[in-house]
């Protein structure tokens, strides 16, 4: 009888679990994946699977040189898992997405219209179209009659299949003088830029590139219109990159604009607005203004001169030397702000008004023939990728850059570029950041010094002993530490203590110097935080209730309890300053900044020579120990030690000179600084 119960009601149970199943197979939505409904709830609730919109353009062999698994999309290339995603080409999709691979995806809520604005059709096949994309080509079924290779249009995709494209065939070729965020400055006039833009370098391997890396000042773009804007840039070939545009600022490095420019010329020269040209004679000043009727048909006027020799005179600029004289052509250009000029010359013209006024002319020859090599590749690199490109130049022409035309061209300089003609110093092919700076403390730094947080930065540019191996090898007894042990606070505040030999610049009056204050301009003190919280509001941090630091605007400092150095670079140079007080503490970050606040304005600089030297903006250097003096616990004054002049990365140009009479030739001194990179000629 029990045997029999167990038996009916397992009986029972099997029955009711079939019934149960068979409900909730009816509960399920028709035509749904039950599985895939199941996994999608799961990628929705994990933290780990990030979900965007997009749409899928390609997949497996329609992407060229891709792995079989791979899936391009509106919003790049990935892998995918599951094999019915090909159903879902030229759809909006919600992908769910790990490590860079899609492991599901489904339809949409909503399926507008995908455009893909602006892309270079570069092969025309039977029944397709090869497309670049997002750095990518891949395959596009497309039949028309007459599709032609090596053109712009806009592909537009609905419901899964392509719906349109929009060739775009006019095109202009043009000097490109400028590049904004709204316009394109050519010879002609400025004309609109579309939004959604694209800049494709044609020649070698086929890249999109940055509008950044465009070739301002050369003749090599072709520049596709559509609708009266520019859509595309199409860079066709590489240009010998040998002529450089420089912004001359205002009056004694008074800002980039002008109020007017006089210009006149030792042997006469041409100036053309719009259509007309004017003729000039050698010493005939022209005055131009904002309101001069050259500029009624264009806002860019452009001057020649008669001979390649030639030089114009600005008088309206004021430099160190008597008479502003610049080689090449000149630009004038009309802004909201005032007059922009623009001078463009050859690149090793250019060096020669560079090189003496970053190096006094009487060093060494071989220390003028490293400058020369830095000079030409720190503009080069600038010539690749302009830092002024709203108004058409490479670079100015002051210590943002370098300084340009402040110096009387000197043959010992001149000679030294003509040495190096061409000469750039690359690592893995490209040309490298080429730093200098006047004096090193006795070390050298990395690109720490500029950065908030560290980095691996530039391998050639490294923290390093500026010194002459021999003479250490000599002096057993002598403090002769790493770059790295310079981070320790004691370990810093000895060597700047002791004065050993072997060091290149021990000599050199920069060498050690001293900034004292006796009292603390507390006010002022707040203000230059300011100041620099208003240009780098990331490196200027407030210490916040909670104890942690914060960028926010600046308050008050009340009585100052403790000014310190609370982290170092390798090689010494301060990274952060401390400055505690009763209203509010802060953490100063980057060289550049703590030399800033550490200054007052009013005090001198005492050298190694016992000269005094004005400190009106910043400290020589960074590379620094505080020692502060108290009253009643708190600081009233302090002392600031430091050595060397300069941001302490790259070439110590004093360093290079130190090298130059030991014997070293530029070869050997551009190695021991830039360790690891070549030297290479563009020509």
Not at 424 to 430: A, F, I, S, T
Not at 626 to 648: A, I, L, M, Q, S
Request: with cysteine.
């Amino acid at each position: 009888m029990e045997k029999r119960y167990r038996m009916w009601w397992k009986a029972f149970l099997i029955i009711a679990g079939l019934f149960l199943f068979c409900f909730l197979i009816g509960r399920r939505e028709p035509g749904t994946d039950y599985e895939k409904q199941v996994r999608i709830g799961q990628y929705e609730t994990d933290e780990n699977v990030e979900k965007i919109e997009t749409t899928i353009l390609a997949y497996g062999e329609m992407i060229q040189d891709a792995q079989p698994d791979a899936i391009l999309t509106t919003e790049g290339i990935y892998t995918y898992e599951r094999e019915e995603i090909e159903s879902f080409l030229y759809k909006n999709v919600k992908a769910y997405i790990r490590d860079n691979r899609i492991l599901d995806v489904e339809e949409a809520k909503t399926q507008e219209p995908t455009v893909l604005s602006n892309l270079w059709i570069s092969e025309v096949e039977e029944e397709s179209v090869l497309c670049f994309w997002l750095g990518i080509s891949f395959s596009v079924p497309f039949q028309t009659e007459k599709i032609n290779r090596e053109q712009v249009a806009d592909l537009i995709f609905r419901d899964g299949e392509i719906a349109e494209c929009h060739f775009k065939k006019e095109k202009v070729t043009a000097k490109l003088l400028g590049v904004s965020k709204d316009k394109v400055s050519l010879p002609g006039g400025d004309i609109p830029l579309s939004e959604d833009a694209k800049a494709y370098r044609l020649y070698g391997d086929l890249a999109e590139i940055p509008m950044g890396e465009l070739p301002i000042g050369y003749e090599n773009t072709d520049f596709v219109v559509d609708g009266g804007k520019i859509c595309a840039f199409l860079v066709t070939r590489e240009d010998s990159m040998d002529t450089i545009r420089v912004l001359l600022q205002s009056g004694n490095y008074g800002g980039r604009f002008h109020e007017n420019v006089e210009v006149s010329a030792d042997c006469g020269f041409t100036l053309r607005y719009g259509e007309e040209a004017e003729e000039h004679g050698s010493d005939e000043i022209v005055s131009i203004t904002g309101d001069s009727p050259y500029f009624e048909q264009n806002e860019r006027i452009f001057l020649t001169l008669y001979a390649n020799g030639g030089r114009f005179v600005i008088s309206s600029i004021e430099r160190a030397r008597e008479r502003t004289d610049y080689r090449g052509s000149l630009e004038i250009i009309k802004t909201e702000d005032g007059l922009a000029v623009i001078n463009e010359l050859l690149l090793e013209e250019y060096l020669y008004a560079v090189v003496p006024s970053e190096m006094p002319a009487s060093y060494p020859s071989e220390s003028l023939k490293a400058q020369a090599v830095c000079a030409r590749t720190y503009a080069y690199q600038h010539m690749k990728e302009a830092k002024l490109p709203e108004l058409g130049a490479h670079v100015d022409d002051s210590t943002s850059f370098q300084v340009y035309g402040n110096t009387e061209e000197r043959v010992e300089t001149t000679d030294a570029i003509k040495a190096t003609k061409g000469q750039l110093l690359v690592c893995e092919g490209k040309p490298i950041g080429a730093y200098y700076y006047s004096t090193s403390c006795g070390y050298g730094t990395d690109v720490n010094a500029w950065n908030t947080e560290e980095t691996e930065g530039e391998i050639y540019l490294q923290a390093r002993k500026i010194a002459d191996a021999e003479q250490m090898e000599r002096q057993k007894d002598g403090y002769f530490p790493e770059a790295e042990e310079l981070k320790e606070e004691e370990a810093f505040a000895r060597f700047l203590e002791e004065k050993r030999e072997g060091y290149y610049e021990s000599e050199e009056v920069w060498y050690r110097w001293e900034y004292k204050v006796d009292e603390i301009d507390i006010e002022e003190m707040e203000q230059r935080l300011s100041q620099r919280y208003e240009v780098q509001p990331a490196s200027v941090l407030t210490e916040t209730e909670e104890g942690i630091f914060a960028s926010q605007p600046i308050g008050k400092i009340g009585t100052i309890e403790e000014i310190s150095i609370a982290k170092r670079n390798a090689g010494g140079g301060a990274a952060q300053l401390l400055i505690t007080g009763s209203e509010g503490t802060y953490m100063v970050q980057t060289e550049y900044n703590i030399r800033y606040v550490l200054t007052n304005g009013s005090h001198p600089v005492i050298r190694q020579d016992g000269t005094e030297v004005s400190s009106d903006t910043i400290l020589p250097s960074a590379f620094v120990v505080v020692t502060t003096g108290k009253e009643e616990e708190n600081v009233v004054g302090y002392t600031v030690t430091g050595g060397g002049y300069g941001h302490g990365i790259g070439m110590s140009q004093n360093g290079a000179k130190q090298m130059a009479l030991a014997g070293l030739t530029e070869e050997e001194i551009l190695a021991f600084f830039y360790e690891g990179s070549q030297i290479e000629e563009i020509y």
